[in-house]
């Protein structure tokens, strides 16, 4: 699977957009862009996944490139429950392959 | 649906001891995946099942770890003898492993800390 790049942190103002950036320069043709976040003391919660069209659902919208070299996370209001660790995986999309995640970005929503 | 059910929640032993962790993957996922998740690291795959079988074990320190899923549903992550690098979270996760909406769920963990 393709490596990531993602930043180490980042902040947000409450209400604001968020907008987490992914580099994945390297990805292939049948590569997917996972989103997935993981809130303190729980286990990761699966937020949106896409091949190379945008993609929009209750949680978020991702926005991937032309030539999906790079991507990004829009939490169009962002909330102090969004506070996470966001993480940005790219995989084959066979429905049985595990995710390899990297160190992802520390959002912190401020008040 | 019920979410992936992991237990103990919280567990804490001396080094050398022995450790099962337990996972009750949702209902009717064929694919069950154990992580262990170092503090500040991301989760690391150590193990994943698909029904009653071993898909990759690749990155399990088979000298002390083991796991098994004997009926294709839930499953055991045990550690004999833990070490003091053992200490870490254990994340069970569950998927259909049907297609590509098959994401994965996953529970909220067992925090180990070996003394």
């Known amino acids: 699977d393709a490596k990531t790049t993602q930043p180490t942190s980042m902040d947000c103002a409450e209400g604001r957009a968020a907008n987490l950036p992914c580099n994945h320069s390297t990805i292939s043709g049948n590569e997917y862009v996972y989103w997935y976040r993981q809130i303190h003391s729980q286990g990761p919660q699966y937020i949106i996944h896409?091949?190379?069209n945008n993609e929009t659902n209750e949680m978020a919208s991702l926005i991937i490139t032309e030539d999906r070299k790079s991507s990004t996370l829009i939490l169009p209001h962002a909330t102090l429950r969004d506070t996470a660790v966001y993480y940005c995986?790219?995989?084959?999309?066979?429905?049985?392959?595990?995710?390899?995640f990297g160190s992802g970005t520390r959002l912190q929503v401020q008040p | 649906e019920a979410g992936v059910a992991q237990s103990p929640r919280y567990k804490i032993i001396e080094k050398r001891q022995s450790v099962a962790f337990w996972c009750n993957p949702i209902s009717g996922h064929a694919t069950l995946y154990w992580y262990q998740q170092i503090l500040g690291q991301g989760p690391k795959l150590l193990i994943q099942?698909?029904?009653?079988?071993?898909?990759?074990d690749s990155q399990l320190p088979k000298d002390r770890f083991s796991a098994e899923r004997l009926k294709g549903v839930d499953s055991t992550l045990k550690i004999q003898p833990a070490k003091l690098e053992d200490s870490a979270v254990y994340l069970c996760?569950?998927?259909?492993?049907?297609?590509?909406?098959?994401?994965?769920?996953f529970g909220n963990g067992t925090r180990l800390t070996v003394t």
């Open positions: 995986i790219v995989r084959v999309d066979t429905g049985r392959r595990a995710l390899t």
């Open positions: 996760a569950s998927s259909s492993g049907q297609g590509y909406n098959s994401p994965l769920h």
């Open positions: 896409g091949l190379k």
């Open positions: 099942f698909q029904n009653n079988g071993v898909v990759d």
